[in-house]
């Protein structure tokens, strides 16, 4: 069993600043490319930034130079730090992380956590 657990949205107006965090728990061989998706009323789920075991990144580019993502390998985490919040940026914040389970060695499965509300506005 492999669990994605987010924390660390909440209410906040604009211009200020969140940090996401998500925790990957459970019989877990490796982790390979960690991101977190953003899905906002009425609209798709969509990327919001991703990074590789290598610590690659890639973001969406309505974030660039706001939002940071990172991740600790030896704590299965990664984090999302966002700056320079705007309204816009409201949306069920979802973590994915493509793993390799102790249950499955050498099939990649993509998990991913049941999100966590962000909310800028005033």
């Known amino acids: 069993q492999v669990q994605l657990e987010e924390s660390g949205g909440g209410l906040v107006q604009p211009g200020g600043s969140l940090r996401l965090s998500c925790v990957a728990s459970?019989?877990?061989?490796?982790?390979?490319?960690m991101g977190w998706y953003r899905q906002a009323p009425g609209k798709q789920r969509e990327l919001v930034a991703g990074?590789?075991?290598?610590?690659?990144?890639n973001y969406a580019d309505s974030v660039k130079g706001r939002f940071t993502i990172s991740r600790d390998n030896a704590k299965n985490l990664v984090y999302l730090e966002m700056n320079s919040l705007k309204p816009e940026d409201t949306a069920v914040y979802y973590c994915n992380a493509h793993l390799v389970s102790n249950y499955n060695v050498g099939i990649i499965t993509a998990y991913w956590g049941q999100g966590t509300q962000v909310t800028v506005s005033s």
């Open positions: 990074i590789t075991s290598a610590g690659s990144t």
């Open positions: 459970g019989s877990i061989f490796r982790i390979y490319d």
